[in-house]
Nanobody, 121 residues
Framework: QVRIVESGGGLVQSGGSLRLSCAAS????????MGWYRQAPGKQRELVAD???????NYADSVKGRFTASRDNAKNTMYLQMNSLKPEDTAVYYC???????????????WGQGTQVTVSS
């Protein structure tokens, strides 16, 4: 059982910054990768950034140079530092963890409930 909880969302002015946190809790699992996704009203959910256990990162073109993903493997926690925020970044941000459950040897994707990020002009 993997529980994912996001935090850190809020309201910020254009050009401001926020840091999102994603904590994975539970036992009996190993996380291979974690990722941040977002979904704005009327739009599809999209990948923002992901990071492997080894620290390799991948970013959407729209956030490159502005967002930075990091991970604390010891804490099973992932962060997304968001700088130079734009109104277009307004969305619900979701954390995903790809993990294997040891008891079943099955790999699956686990999602949090999301945290709202609103960027005002």
């Amino acid at each position: 059982q993997v529980r994912i909880v996001e935090s850190g969302g809020g309201l910020v002015q254009s050009g401001g910054s926020l840091r999102l946190s994603c904590a994975a809790s539970g036992s009996g699992f190993s996380i291979y990768a974690m990722g941040w996704y977002r979904q704005a009203p009327g739009k599809q959910r999209e990948l923002v950034a992901d990071i492997t256990s080894g620290g390799s990162t991948n970013y959407a073109d729209s956030v490159k140079g502005r967002f930075t993903a990091s991970r604390d493997n010891a804490k099973n926690t992932m962060y997304l530092q968001m700088n130079s925020l734009k109104p277009e970044d307004t969305a619900v941000y979701y954390c995903n963890a790809r993990a294997v459950i040891h008891a079943t040897t099955r790999t699956g994707d686990y999602w949090g409930q999301g945290t709202q990020v609103t960027v005002s002009s």
